[in-house]
């Protein structure tokens, strides 16, 4: 199987889910308000992006003190010894934008209204996504049942159809916008590994536009770029502060 380089991936909910901010009861947290604007985090599997749910504990309690990951080769490195370790570290921060339970990679979080809106909103800042793909075989329950989909394409390798915009998926009311698309591996059969840019989140968009549109069911999602922002060498599970060059950049739409 190829799995995408952290493992899965990323959806944005609609902007006033996104924005909402977290009141949890951290044990372990830092007081960063006048230190750190944003911070991003490698997302493992397993981990909702905001509030908990079905018992699965949000992201935000990953932003310990141990968690903390910082470049060794990287002179103008941030040490999170210099800051007072409170119980209640990055309280008021909320995630800019969401990324599925079973998806990982790159999640933003942030006390900046006007930070959050750049990366949630129609247009926003392109995000970008290793996607890990298998045949679709039929639709599934909530497919047929909610959406009236009685049967999913072959798979096929011709992404023009995501390129140019304009396909419809299943219960939106707006069409899709043009996205990035290239193959990275293909093969016939499967597994398959898919590249994705986006300038728009919707709810589980990925994973039905590649179902509905292709033919192809996303075994592995993830999120490995947002703006100039990459995952590079950041490990499953940590975190760093955004520099303020990458906060200039969101900020700037880029």
Known sequence: RIVARSAAASFDDDQQEQQQE????????????????????NKPN????????????PAIK???????WADPDDPARWDPSELEWKRRPFHGYAPCGRLDRNSNGLLIFSKSG??????????????????DLDPAVQPSRLEREEHGIEALPFPTKNLSVLRNGG???AGDTRPLLPCGAKWVVYERNGP????????????????????EILGWHVVNLTR????????????LGKWRPLTSQEVDAIKQGK
């Open 46 to 57: 397993g981990y909702v992006s905001s509030q908990p749910e079905h018992g699965h504990t």
């Open 114 to 131: 006007a930070l959050a809106r750049k990366l949630v909103t129609e247009h926003a800042i392109e995000k970008e996504y290793l996607v």
């Open 224 to 235: 490995v770029r947002i703006g100039v922002i990459e995952i590079d060498d950041l490990p």
């Open 22 to 41: 977290l009141d949890l009861n951290v044990d372990m947290s830092v007081d960063m308000e006048d230190h750190l604007e944003a911070v991003v985090l």
């Open 192 to 211: 398959c590994l898919l590249r994705l840019t986006l300038h728009e989140g919707r709810k589980h968009q990925i994973r039905r536009m590649c179902r």
């Open 62 to 68: 990953l932003l310990t003190a141990d968690r903390h």
């Open 167 to 169: 396909a419809w998926l």
